[in-house]
């Protein structure tokens, strides 16, 4: 079974750009997370999406935002970028039926805002 | 104080050595444990979940829960050169898929 998949896995922006960012499930997960991974704050939760509705929500600004498609597929967008979202954006999935299931990361988009 | 706590290390363990790591938590009502290992400039790979009190052991490896005392463990046994990474505990807490993580505990397993 194929795993998370992560598109692009670099990239490089400017501040005040706008970037998005994509994610394939493990065939059968309806539910994907993404997750914020900096050398200062660690990883930290950014939302939850289930069944294309937003199920759970990290405390990070409204700039940062993400939705989901039928098929599971899932987008997070961060608009006006700022140095310190120069980050390890990883998104991770499971089935979504159950509290506490297991999460399987996907390998992470490099986001480097200069 | 922070969610989940974990000493940063380094851990440094013998080859062949048990590598013992430990995670506390803050909120009871934590329901699932996991134990994550990430290589430098790689993502979190899965080692270990834990629901309930006790041990749970996977091949080298074994997971130690005491909810009473809001910790969990792990311990790697015959650890390897490959073995050396960082190891992250995550909590979720009763509602929710949420990953709440500590800041990770680096090992180093010198041959």
Redesign the interface.
Known sequence: KAGVTQTPRYLIKTRGQQVTLSCSPISGHR?V?W?QQTPGQ????LF?YFSETQ??K?NFPGRFSGRQFSNSRSEMNVSTLELGDSA?Y?C?S?F?TS??????????TRLLVL | QKEVEQNSGPLSVPEGAIASLNCTYSDRGSQSFFWYRQYSGKSPELIMFIYSNGDKEDGRFTAQLNKASQYVSLLIRDSQPSDSATYLCAVIKAAGNKLTFGGGTRVLVKP
């Open positions: 539910s997370s997750y660690g990883l930290q939760f939850e199920r759970n990290g390890l990883l991770a499971s979504g509290a506490g299931e297991t999460q399987y990361f996907g390998p992470g």
